[in-house]
């Protein structure tokens, strides 16, 4: 998985993932492509599978696409409404045609949250 860095040492400081796509970068296959990724709070480690009941991992995305159509088809995101991020964000992709290279975007809202509140959301994510 990939880190992003956002973590400055200040527990006052947090973010929310408001939006979360991902793409391909290139379309010049001749097959149906299929991406999924997601979002993290630490390294889970595993591309390839979603576990929505691990209080790590905060958003998953899909995206297909069929290049003999020119369509795309199933982006399809969910962000847990429930989170908070105060350290780094990690993700994780997989393209099952495993050459593609994989593009995403994520929008992030920052929010100020008392220290106690910073403090209880990093326990909680490692609980």
């Given amino acids: 998985m990939k880190r992003i860095q956002l973590w400055d040492g200040d527990y006052t400081k947090a973010y929310i993932v408001r939006e979360f796509k991902v793409a391909f970068s290139s379309r010049l296959s001749t097959s149906v492509e299929t991406v999924s990724a997601k979002l993290s709070l630490e390294d889970v480690g595993n591309n390839r599978e979603w576990f929505w009941g691990d209080d790590r991992e905060i958003a998953w995305a899909t995206a297909a696409a069929d290049a003999n159509t020119v369509s795309v088809a199933n ?23 495993d050459t593609e290279e994989i593009c995403y975007l994520i929008v992030l809202e920052a929010v100020d949250v008392s220290e106690f509140e910073g403090t209880l959301a990093i326990i909680n994510q490692k609980a």
């Fill in 75 to 97: 982006n399809d995101t969910v962000i847990d409404p429930d989170h908070i991020v105060v350290e780094d964000l990690f993700i994780g992709a997989y393209s099952y045609t």
